[in-house]
Every structure is written in C-alpha cells, then in structure tokens.
C-alpha cells in the first residue's frame, strides 16, 4: 500500500543507529560544518610517492576543505606539502597539476620559493618594504604531510593533530603485506565530477548488497557457493574505518572478462580485500591491481572522484599493460561496474535532491557482520555523527551532550 | 582495391552511425577479422598515457554481447567525425586516416545535449577490398573526465 507525506518521511520503526535523515546528504549548512569538523581535521590521501618521483617534482592537490595544496619533493628526497597560495596576494603559486621546479615562482611579482617554503627572494625588497616585510615572515604555509601505507602521501591541514598512524589505527593491517611488499606506482589517475554527495558514493565502498546491480560480481562471487563471497565478514575499526574478508573471485564465469593469470605479492590468487578509511577513501585490492577512491566533495551536490590504478614499481611494460587490462574490465570509464556504481549514486543524489522530500534512508541489513550486512555504513555514520555533534538519523535536533564542536 | 578518400570517409562515418544507434554487428561487419581496438586518454597529472579499453575482434565483439546485462545510461550518444587525413600505401593496400570525434549525449529525461567527450580516432583501414574495412582504431580521447561515464566505446 503507498503512502502519504507524513507516512513517507516518518522516522522508520528503527533503531536510531539504523537510519540516516536524508538531509546529511544535501544540506549546506551541514555540509560547511562537514569541512570544519570532519575534512579539516582529518588525514586525507593526496597523491602517491610515485607522482613526485624526483626532486622539484610537484602536483598539486584541491583538499576537501577548501585549501589548494601543493606537494613538492625537495632537494633532500622529502615530500612537502604547503598551500598553494603566494604569502603576498594571494595567487596560486602553480597552475598546472604537476610540473618540476627548483624554486617556486608566483607569476604575479616573481616572488620565489624553495622546496621548503623558505621565501628566497622578494623582487626590489628593500626599495618597497624597507625593514617592514622580509622574507622569514612570508615563508610559506606547511601541511602536515606523512608517506606510508604503500607510499601515499597523506595531508592533514590541522597543525595539532595526532599521527597518521593514530588515525588509521589497525585498519589497514591485513593490507599491509600487500601494500609495503614492493614499491607502487600509479598507472591511472584520473577526475569524474559527479553529482551527488560523497558519502552517498562512499557507501557504494561500504556495502556489498547493492551487487545486485553488479552482473560482473554476481556471476564472479555472488552465484557461486564455493567463491566465499557470503562468508566475508565486515571488521569495524576505530575512526570510523571498516574492512571486508576476503574472498577469491571467479573471474572466467564472466563471458569475455580477458582476466589474466596476473597476481599481486602476498595476496593470494584470485584474491580481493577492500578497507574503507573515514571519511571517504577505499583501498581495493583486486587481484593484479590496487584501487583506491578517493573524493573531493565540493557541495552538498557535488563531488570529485579521484581514481586511480597502481601496480608495481618494478613491472614491465608489458605486465603493466596486462594490469590496466585486468583493471579495465570493471574498473575502466568504460568498465562494467565503475558506471554502474557511479549511475546509482548519483540517481541518489538528484533523487534525494534538496527540497524533494526524500524518506529517511534506511541502513538496517543484518546479517552477522557478513557480507550484505549494512553495518559498514552504520559504523560509518556512528563516526561522522561523533565528530559532528549531531546524530545522523536527527541532524538537525539539538546539538548531543558532550559533542566534541570545532 | 578501393583507395578512393571519399570511400574511406564513409567508413569512419559509417562506423559512428552504427555506433550510435548500437548497431554493434553492423558496426563489426565494417571491421576485418584482425580488428583491434583500444582507446586511451593521456593523464598530465602522471604523464602516463592511461589504456581503458584494449581488445582484439572477439573481445570487443563480448563486450557487446554482454551489454544487455548490464545497467547503462539510456541517455543516446552522438559520436561527430570529421576526417582530416587519409594516407594511403598503396603497396600494402592501407590507409592511416585521422579524424577529430566530438561525442555528445541527449539526456533522454528532458533532451538536453552536452558535450561528453573529444578526442581524436587513429585508424588503419584495409583498402584490399571493394569496400574498406577498420583494421584497428586507437582512439585517443582529450577529456578524461567523463562525470558517470558510460559503457558504450566510443
């Protein structure tokens, strides 16, 4: 029987924990305080070491909360990253995405930098600023930067906050053979801008039952009793973070699917193993190839994914070729289930547009913490609503007693 | 052998039409059985040329088959062409052609058209017949970021 308003936007006969009002997915004001409480104070993936391979290597980085930043690696080998913003007006310092430069130089009045932020010259100094203005006091902004868990670099824009290794906690452990056994590098980077909210494309990462929209993976794992696929298990972390088991995939169940015999160190054959970090990254390891998403949300509405592929350092030319190929099968623009995640997330986000009156979301599946257990999302929410202050099934009630506020 | 330019136009002219109307077997049957497709786009941010689709003949000819199973954008694609070069050797009766693609999509709720994609496709085409064939296409798009992306090669 269908429903009138006030039985469509009615709080579910749920526990609180079990639903999300739709209105985290496209508030403005929430979303402001998104990038105050969440995005800015949290270690976000920027780059991989890989894409400023040699020194005055740079790329830049638009950073969820708003701040462009720019990664160098300096003279010395260390990964820097700094904002990109000249101390003196205020222009960006680097237009392009990536480039190679000893000395940082603002186009607007030539003021120049080093790899280390130190200011190494102001054009016609003392004939404008006399004593009033030297170079120690517009040195640049630094981010605290950290390289680890596979060579990422990560950035976190809070100047007091704890290490990189606190916040991931012990989430990426069962990764970890896999991610330090060799270096990595980056064969695909790529942006798709999207509209819908990032957290409504994170949970795409965060829950297995939607394969029903995934013909790939229900003939790879789904279909097949002996592939594991409903044994998995969800293990929630602290943070926010959570992982699913691992299983092996079927992969010629698929007509066509060209899967080659290609496998990745420690990870066993036909292996797959997935991690979701708070607040929006996932590491999907996929048998030849590592994944990871990550996102830039702009707007309540609007979001970049950030895609890339990596395989090995030490690959050649043609293994790497055999890797994007194993990749492009799913994972390509043109892949089978990249644009099936993305249409369904972002029919999410104009369905539940702001002003539509959308219902209350429900994330209510359990199943013993396996694999279409909605638990993923509910640990997710339970983070975002502790950093927040505000429960995610009631947003918009009284802030929660104790909230930790920015 | 057929070397005549215009011949060669209508093929590339031909393979957008089928495309666009996902007439995938007429669209193979311009093709010759050692066809090889792949299409690429070049990421600055990596300096790293990116391969998102490689396939020889049976594998593209799969990947079509297996379409209908899959959930796809409705919205109608409009792949433009315009031929710019044709170099043909006669002495091993092929012809390297160039053209510039422009792909847009018609929203089906509503009918908007937007720009989705350029790039550029690089054929070799076989001229031993009475009409050519696609030998291989490497298309190499200029956008990489195709927002929800789609399924359909270009």
């Known amino acids: 029987m269908s429903r009138n308003s006030a039985q469509w936007t009615r709080k579910p006969r749920l526990p609180p924990t079990h639903y999300a009002d739709p209105v985290i997915y496209s508030d403005p004001q929430l979303f402001e305080e998104e990038k105050e409480k969440i995005f800015k104070r949290v270690w976000h993936l920027a780059i991989h070491e ?7 290597d740079y790329r830049v980085y638009q950073h969820p909360g708003g701040t462009q930043l720019i990664i160098v ?17 205020g222009n960006l310092l680097v237009y392009e995405p990536f480039g190679n430069a000893k000395k940082l130089v603002c186009i607007f009045h030539q003021w120049a930098f080093n790899g280390k932020g130190d200011c190494i010259d102001i054009p016609r100094a003392d004939a404008g600023y006399q004593d009033r203005v030297c170079k120690n006091d517009v040195s640049l902004k630094e981010v605290r930067t950290e390289v680890g868990y596979g060579g990422f670099v990560w950035v976190n824009l809070d100047d007091n906050c704890g290490s ?36 409504l494309i994170h949970d795409t990462n965060s829950e297995f039952y939607h394969d029903y929209l995934h013909y790939y993976n229900r003939v790879t794992g789904m279909l097949d009793p002996k592939s594991g696929y409903f044994q998995r298990k969800y293990t929630a972390f602290p943070n926010g973070h959570a992982s699913v088991g691992s299983m092996m995939v079927k992969y010629d169940a698929y007509k066509g699917s060209g899967r080659s015999e290609l496998g990745w160190p420690k990870l066993p054959p036909k292996g797959w193993k997935l991690i979701d970090l708070f607040p929006c990254i996932t590491f999907n390891l996929r048998t030849s190839v590592l994944r990871i998403d990550s996102y830039i949300p702009l707007a309540p509405d609007r979001v970049i994914l950030e895609f890339r592929i990596l395989g090995l350092k030490s690959d050649t030319v043609e293994i790497s070729r055999q890797r994007e190929k194993d990749a ?6 043109f892949g089978r289930n990249l644009h099936e995640d993305l249409l369904a997330s972002s029919g999410q986000g104009i369905a539940m547009a702001s002003g539509s009156e959308a219902m209350h979301v429900l994330q209510a599946r359990e199943e013993e913490l396996t694999i279409h257990d909605e638990v993923g999302m509910r640990h997710y929410l339970a983070e975002w609503s502790r950093r927040m202050g505000r429960s995610a099934s009631s947003p918009l009630a009284v802030l929660l007693a104790g909230a930790r506020v920015a | ?16 039409m089928l495309l666009d109307a996902k007439d995938f077997k007429g669209f193979l049957e311009r093709c010759d059985e050692r066809f090889e497709y792949k299409l690429s786009a070049y990421s600055p941010e990596i300096k790293r040329e990116m391969t998102w689709l ?23 694609l409009t792949r433009n062409a315009v031929v ?33 994609a350029i790039g550029k496709y690089y054929d070799t085409v076989d001229l031993n017949g009475d009409t050519p064939r696609l030998l291989a296409r490497h298309v190499k798009l200029d956008t990489r970021d195709l927002g929800w992306v789609h399924h359909v090669p270009f």
């Open chain 1, 50 to 56: 890989s894409e400023v391979a040699g020194p005055y």
């Open chain 2, 54 to 76: 490689d396939h020889g003949r049976a594998e593209i000819s799969e990947l079509f088959n297996t379409l209908p199973r899959h959930n796809t954008d409705p919205s109608p």
């Open chain 2, 84 to 116: 710019y070069k044709v170099k043909v050797d006669d002495d091993a009766k092929r012809a390297s052609v160039v053209s510039a693609l422009q792909v847009f999509r018609t929203a089906i709720n509503g009918g908007v058209t937007e720009l989705f």
């Open chain 1, 164 to 199: 990189l290794a606190e916040h991931i906690g012990p989430a990426l452990d069962y990764m970890l053979p896999e991610l330090e056994a060799e270096p990595l590098q980056t064969l695909w980077y790529y942006q798709a801008h999207l509209n819908t909210n990032f957290k």
């Open chain 1, 328 to 333: 492009a099968v799913i994972w390509s623009p």
């Open chain 2, 1 to 16: 052998m057929s070397n005549n330019r215009s011949d060669v136009e209508e093929l590339v002219y031909d393979t957008c």
């Open chain 1, 73 to 89: 690696r300096g003279e010395d080998g260390k990964v820097r990253t700094f904002y990109n913003m000249c101390p003196h007006r």
